[in-house]
T-cell receptor
Framework: ETGVTQSPTHLIKTRGQQVTLRCSSQ?????VSWYQQALGQGPQFIFQ???????GRGNFPPRFSGLQFPNYSSELNVNALELDDSALYLC????????????FGSGTQLSVL | GEDVEQSLFLSVREGDSSVINCTYT??????LYWYKQEPGAGLQLLTY?????DMKQDQRLTVLLNKKDKHLSLRIADTQTGDSAIYFC??????????FGDGTTLTVKP
């Protein structure tokens, strides 16, 4: 059974660019959640996808968007990157609703210059 | 809104017990979690407790919940150097929509 995998592991972008981050959920998991973790802080909930539909969103602007595919993998897209978007982006999957446990990937470290 | 507070640092000697504390504000939380994060890694779920429980024990880990005071603690017995990491408390209506504290850095000295 494979765990949650994220790609790429590191990424450098410049302000104003767009970025796509990818996540493969753990086998059998149909729910994916995305989090942003700034340096020295706890993760902040961006949004959750359940069976390809958005199922809740945190306090992030619309330039943060996502997709979930039929195989339950997911993408996080960020448009018009800002310096404050520099962070570790974590994907987590869980085996359904209601879900009790989250299984995290190792994250994508995004640096915006 | 929801808020989760933790002390930032804790230092203990190897073999001692560690107690990490957390307070939260959302009384509708169903689940309360403890995660561990090592450098360069994602978060590892250590243990969790339902909001209708007072205590949960899992090997060296003991979680205590005081729902009246909205206080959660994690006790690690016989702390080892491998326990050095950042520990996050989180609360949630469901796991995927968790609100995290800013983490407690645990340093274990030999």
């Amino acid at each position: 059974e494979t765990g949650v995998t994220q790609s790429p592991t590191h990424l450098i972008k410049t302000r104003g660019q767009q970025v796509t981050l990818r996540c493969s959920s753990q086998s059998g998991h149909n729910t994916v959640s995305w989090y942003q973790q700034a340096l020295g802080q706890g993760p902040q909930f961006i949004f959750q996808y359940y069976r390809e539909e958005e199922n809740g969103r945190g306090n992030f602007p619309p330039r943060f968007s996502g997709l979930q595919f039929p195989n339950y993998s997911s993408e996080l897209n960020v448009n018009a990157l800002e310096l404050d978007d520099s962070a570790l982006y974590l994907c987590a999957s869980s085996p359904g609703q209601p879900n009790e446990k989250l299984f995290f990937g190792s994250g994508t470290q995004l640096s915006v210059l | 809104g929801e808020d989760v507070e933790q002390s930032l640092f804790l230092s203990v000697r190897e073999g001692d017990s560690s107690v990490i504390n957390c307070t939260y504000t959302d009384s509708s939380s169903t689940y309360l979690y403890w995660y561990k994060q090592e450098p360069g890694a994602g978060l590892q779920l250590l243990t969790y407790i339902f909001s209708n429980m007072d205590m949960k024990q899992d090997q060296r880990l003991t979680v205590l919940l005081n729902k009246k005071d909205k206080h959660l603690s994690l006790r690690i017995a016989d702390t080892q150097t491998g326990d050095s990491a950042i520990y996050f408390c989180a609360e949630a209506p469901n796991a995927g929509k968790s609100t995290f504290g800013d983490g407690t850095t645990l340093t274990v000295k030999p």
